[in-house]
């Protein structure tokens, strides 16, 4: 007896109308026999069949599930697909009207292409499959590019090692000395480290011997932030000089000259603007300047800004807009606490020359060392601050610096005497800018500092002396290169003769005529 209130399944349904057909048969038993059997047959496959769907698994009515959904998937491309050839890609449309111009020049120019497919395979179904399967390779080999198994060498602590001095405003600053000492010293030079450097780097792999023959005294020190010197909390170019003035003043160095290498050279103008009277020349390596100099003429921008890497570009754009978005990149790469290629690092292109010396085992060490110490307090605030200094306002101009004659402007008494031979009197005129000598030395070869920045330095200081070195990079004239370092202190110093005083040996010299 059926179950009241159970609705029936369609097998159910199906077999009780194949079952009570509603004929009466008056035949014989063999005929009602004949009639019969089929529709036991239909019941016993319908019980069957529900037996079979009861025990379906889990399994298969996923498949099923997804069989489904599969179909409708596929109408529903279709669909689309109708849509879009019937209302986007007609004659009238926007679109196509807009498209099928361009689209035929280039159809007509890679039609050459169809050539190389099969006769028998048209162009419309070929190439999509031939992309299709280019893309899928590409990918595949990008995952599964080989990498050198070569671990990573992680950032080292080092302990404390440089001198410091107690600035006016209660800051340390951290410094190192080379060469002669102070009471046997006939040159002094300073050096402002550049970006991702420290006191360490001076000049790179300079011997001490060759110092204390040119009787230098090199003293290098870390800019606020970077090493062991404490942070600056408003930084500015004017503040740098200030440093390096009362640096100089600790150290009893009464004239000197200011060293400077690549973006270290913006620390160098800052010197020659705010205290020239203590600076007793200028040497720099490769200066950096503001990219965004409004002086520069667009030619010259041009020239500067087609040299560097996309990446370096957007450096320079959110240092000098949005500061604040170089903290995710620093602490990606030089503060991730690994060491890295200097050309990743820094967003760098370099010339082939370059590229060489990065390989050499010597300058990988000094690099690495170097670094380490330049981020010693993991703070990136002094960097922020230094990539905003670069392409920001200096509050001076380069062209402050050119040697040019001022006279005092006349007042209305002075016209008064004018009007009187007697009384009458020369204006009074001084020389200002940067009188003592500049020296650039400028690789042609740089990619980092491209040689237009020199360029422009000596379009807008034409007292500046530079040297022009062939074949050279922005690293292999001037790191680890021992005759490189004997010409450069012969170029700013003179020659040295048997490591004798240039006072001493002119005396013997007239002695000896």
């Given at each position: ?380 605030k002094p960097f922020m601050e230094e990539a905003v200094l670069q392409v920001s306002n ?66 807008v200081i034409p007292s500046a002396i530079v040297h022009k070195v062939a074949n050279e ?17 012969s170029t700013l110093f003179g020659e040295v003769y048997d490591h004798q005083d240039p ?11």
């Amino acid at each position: 007896m059926e179950e009241i209130g159970r609705p029936k399944s369609w097998t159910e349904e199906l077999a009780s109308l194949v079952e009570d057909t509603g004929i009466r048969y008056t035949g014989d038993d063999h005929t009602l026999s004949g009639l019969s059997t089929p529709s036991f047959e239909l019941k016993s496959a319908m019980e069957g069949e529900r037996v079979e769907s009861e025990s379906e698994s889990l399994k298969d009515q996923m498949k099923g599930f997804v069989k489904a959904w599969g179909e409708i998937a596929i109408e529903l491309g279709k669909g689309c697909k109708d849509v879009v050839l019937q209302s986007v890609l007609t004659d009238d449309s926007y679109i196509v009207k807009k498209t099928k111009g361009p689209c035929r020049v280039v159809a007509g120019k890679l039609s050459v292409l169809n050539d190389f497919l099969p006769e028998d395979r048209h162009p419309v179904h070929a190439w999509p499959v031939i992309l299709s399967v280019f893309l899928v390779a590409l990918s595949v080999l990008s995952l599964n590019i080989k990498h050198e198994n070569t671990p990573i060498p992680l950032v080292q602590s080092h302990p404390p090692s440089a001198n410091r001095i107690l600035l006016p405003d209660g800051r340390n600053i951290s410094y190192h000395e080379q060469g002669v000492p102070a009471d046997k010293a006939r040159h002094s030079l300073i050096a402002p480290h550049a970006f991702l450097s420290s006191r360490l780097s001076g000049i790179p792999g300079i011997k001490s011997s060759l110092l204390e023959e040119f009787g230098v005294r090199l003293v290098t020190y870390d800019l606020p932030g970077f090493g062991e010197s404490d942070p600056h909390p408003n930084r500015t170019l004017h503040s740098s000089a200030m440093d390096l003035l009362h640096l100089t003043e600790a150290l009893e160095i009464n004239k000197f000259w200011v060293f400077g290498y690549s973006s270290g050279a913006i620390h160098t103008w800052a010197a020659l603007k705010h205290i020239p009277s203590k600076i007793a020349g200028a040497a720099l390596f490769a200066p950096m300047v503001n990219p965004y100099d409004p002086s520069m003429t667009k030619e010259e921008r041009s020239r500067i800004w087609e040299k560097w890497t996309r990446r370096r570009k957007l450096m320079f754009f959110l240092a000098r807009r949005f500061p604040r978005f170089l903290k995710f990149f620093y602490r990606r790469t030089f503060l991730s606490g690994k060491h890295g290629p200097i050309d990743k690092w820094l967003s760098l292109s370099l010339s082939d020359k370059d590229q060489d010396l990065t390989k050499d085992p010597g300058f990988e060490e000094f690099w690495r060392r170097d670094v380490e110490e330049s981020i010693r307090l993991k703070n990136v605030k002094p960097f922020m601050e230094e990539a905003v200094l670069q392409v920001s306002n200096w509050g001076f101009n380069l062209r402050d610096l050119q040697v040019e004659k001022k006279c005092k402007e006349r007042g209305l008494f002075d016209w008064f005497k004018n009007q009187f031979m007697f009384l009458s009197s020369e204006v009074e005129c001084e020389l200002v800018g940067f009188l003592d000598p500049i020296h650039i030395w400028q690789g042609m070869e740089d990619l980092v500092v491209p040689s237009v920045m020199s360029e422009y330095v000596t379009r807008v200081i034409p007292s500046a002396i530079v040297h022009k070195v062939a074949n050279e990079g922005h690293f292999s004239y001037f790191y680890l290169c021992d005759e490189c370092h004997r010409m450069i202190l012969s170029t700013l110093f003179g020659e040295v003769y048997d490591h004798q005083d240039p006072l001493e040996r002119s005396v013997e010299e007239e002695l000896t005529f």
